[in-house]
């Protein structure tokens, strides 16, 4: 892997990272954490509490989506995702085909944001 597809997939993971943390910080804040219980409760309300959980986690989910700068940032992270797929097709094509990978890096798609 060349350094400008390496550099890609690098910033694919900061990206998602970050948007992964923005999930994290509006599902904390989205309610209390569970209480521990009873070790011997009934299977009901376990249910119910994963049930409040996965609840949770789409409202957490939503009021990101919601948000314009975490829009943004989840635009950023897909485009950074296929400029380093981009990047790691052509330089297989290049391994295949016999041609060294190309000196300058491809235009990132997300430098062209309106």
Known sequence: MTDGS???WNDVA???TSLGKRVTENY??????PSP???QRGV?????EIGNQVGRAFEALDETVRDEDARRELRGAFNALGTALS?????ATGAIRGTPPPVDDPPRPDDAET
């Open 6 to 8: 390496k550099q890609a």
């Open 44 to 48: 009901e309300e376990v249910v119910r």
């Open 87 to 91: 990047a790691t097709v052509d330089e």
């Open 28 to 33: 904390r804040s989205g309610g209390p954490e």
């Open 14 to 16: 900061e990206r998602f």
């Open 37 to 39: 219980k009873q070790p």
